[in-house]
């Protein structure tokens, strides 16, 4: 069941110029949020995961076939078109601090 909308609610979706929000680019976007003092930063470090499978040596498919990654998945990460989250960012920091430790733990 659909929560009906307060009448404030209404008129600000009303007002909206989809087409102006729809144009906007990621540029725009994060122009806007970081003249907005009150939004919250994303505060998650970045990662680095083409650094983190240069040092162990492997391949992309190496890689995301040790650590059971799809292989697009880890191209997706490297060339920023995707951000690990949850998870898988909690993954890739323990591969950095013990790859070979946690590879052997994810043989088993």
Known sequence: MAKSLSEAARKALAATNWRKVDAMTNADIARQIASN???APDMAPEIDLRAIRR????TQAEFAAAY?????????????????SGPA?????A???DPEGLR????T
């Open 37 to 39: 003092p009150d939004a």
């Open 55 to 58: 040092t162990t040596g492997m």
């Open 95 to 97: 591969i950095k601090a």
């Open 68 to 84: 059971d990654f799809s292989i697009r998945t880890v191209q997706e990460w490297e060339r920023g078109a995707k951000r690990p």
């Open 104 to 107: 052997k733990a994810l043989a």
């Open 89 to 93: 960012r909690t993954l890739l920091r």
